[in-house]
């Protein structure tokens, strides 16, 4: 990019509240985080219905990313703004993407780079940097934010350490997508990648949940194989009794400071009843059961629910569904005049600012999708999709009733 033509390159990070998906997520800056570009996925956003709006994040446009490695061997990810984009979509709106968060991941080439034990080497400082990044002005950090990384989580005696500090799904994400790029491709090769609105930046501690929605996970474009592997995945989870599977969740332990993490494989293993415990525990801070929650959520899913039942021919395959709120209470929010104010559309006036986004759209078909050349033509409603939430409503309400 030469002097003077559009904004300076980005260092891209990972994005350390990623709980679920294996796509890569990169922050940008604080607004906004990026993925790798699917045309089924933007076409998905470029032609979303008004309703749906309010449940998936802000699409912000296209940018150009190439890979970059430093004399250390080291490699990043380098965002040229306004590089390479027809139509000028590479510009951000008025979010702001100058302030762009410069963080950068270190790779080393070490001969245990093969298999798990090669987890990204960060050190503490750049964790807990990233971390105040993420989390601005909020001390979680102190030095118990240590990713232990050489043994991956062992303590000295040689067992599995438990992962309090943070999410490293993440970083398991990122570590396999630049070992894809950098094996696939040559550093000055252009990669288009979305940018989307970062739907968990307004909360301090952000409480995540990752839902694979749907009794069905393939898209239509899936090989036999791969057909194969994802019905049976869902035939053995919860994804077919209840339409809705765990996929991922970090939720704040307000007694010990740390985040209680859990991935997909976690997930995958739960039976109908382990999949209740799962949600409750999503609610418990390490004190208590988060009851205030329970009636902002529901309301929430309602009116997804009644969204999604309009929306024709649409098949949300292998999308889920975040339910975020803070994990840090808010005082006021024990204010008895609280209970009397209808839930608000705003976030910032709702003591709990519980959120409901919809994400993942690559295999998402619907009438006139651009970005699936063959869409098999569906009529009506998802409703491997609207069981799902139906199921999750249910749940909810049980819970809420103190079953």
């Known amino acids: 990019l030469g002097p003077g033509e559009g904004r300076a390159d980005v260092l891209l990070q990972p994005f350390v509240h990623q709980v679920g998906g294996h796509t890569s997520m990169l922050t940008y800056d604080e607004h906004t985080v990026c993925k790798p570009l699917v045309s089924q996925e933007l076409s998905f956003y470029e032609s979303l219905p008004l309703a749906m709006r309010q449940f998936t994040p802000q699409y912000k446009g296209i940018v150009s990313v190439h890979l970059k490695k430093d004399s250390l061997g080291n490699l990043t990810l380098i965002a040229s703004p306004g590089l390479g984009q027809p139509d000028g979509r590479g510009r951000l709106d008025s979010a702001g993407g100058d302030a762009a968060v410069t963080l950068w991941h270190k790779r080393k080439r070490a001969a245990s780079g093969s298999g798990e034990?090669?987890?990204?080497?960060?050190?503490?400082?750049?964790?807990?940097?990233?971390?105040?990044?993420?989390?601005?002005?909020?001390?979680?950090?102190?030095?118990?934010?240590?990713?232990?990384?050489?043994?991956?989580?062992e303590d000295a005696n040689g067992n599995q350490a438990e992962r309090k500090s943070y999410n490293p799904w993440g970083l398991h994400c990122h570590r396999q997508h630049l070992n894809r790029m950098s094996s696939k491709?040559?550093?000055?090769?252009?990669?288009?990648?979305?940018l989307l609105e970062n739907v968990v930046s307004k909360y301090s501690y952000p409480c995540i949940l990752d839902l694979k929605m749907g009794t069905r996970q393939h898209g239509d474009d899936a090989s036999e194989e791969k057909k194969a592997r994802h019905i049976k995945k869902c035939e053995q989870s919860t994804s077919a009794s209840l339409g809705v599977r765990v996929c991922g969740m970090q939720v704040y332990q307000a007694d010990t400071g740390h985040f209680l993490c859990k991935d997909k494989y976690y997930g995958r293993k739960l039976s109908p009843e382990g999949f209740r415990q799962t949600l409750r525990q999503f609610l418990?801070?390490?004190?208590?059961?988060?009851?205030?929650?329970?009636?902002?959520?529901?309301?929430?899913?309602?009116?997804?629910?009644?969204?999604?039942?309009?929306?024709?021919?649409?098949?949300?395959?292998?999308?889920?569904?975040?339910?975020?709120?803070?994990?840090?209470?808010?005082?006021?929010?024990?204010?008895?005049?609280?209970?009397?104010?209808?839930?608000?559309?705003?976030?910032?006036?709702?003591?709990?600012?519980?959120?409901?986004?919809?994400?993942?759209?690559?295999?998402t078909t619907f009438k006139g999708s651009k970005g699936n050349p063959n869409p098999t033509p569906y009529d009506g409603p998802d409703h491997g999709y609207i069981f799902g939430l139906e199921n999750l409503i249910k749940i909810l309400q049980n819970l809420s009733e103190g079953k």
């Open 117 to 153: 034990h090669g987890l990204v080497k960060w050190s503490h400082g750049q964790v807990t940097k990233t971390f105040k990044d993420s989390c601005p002005g909020k001390m979680l950090l102190r030095t118990d934010l240590q990713y232990h990384t050489d043994s991956l989580l």
């Open 284 to 363: 418990c801070n390490g004190n208590q059961l988060r009851t205030d929650l329970l009636e902002p959520i529901v309301l929430r899913l309602k009116a997804l629910l009644s969204v999604i039942r309009k929306q024709s021919s649409y098949r949300f395959y292998s999308s889920s569904l975040l339910i975020i709120y803070d994990g840090q209470e808010h005082k006021e929010s024990a204010a008895p005049l609280d209970h009397h104010l209808p839930f608000p559309k705003t976030h910032g006036t709702n003591p709990s600012r519980v959120d409901v986004r919809m994400i993942d759209f690559a295999h």
């Open 185 to 194: 491709h040559n550093e000055n090769k252009l990669h288009q990648f979305l």
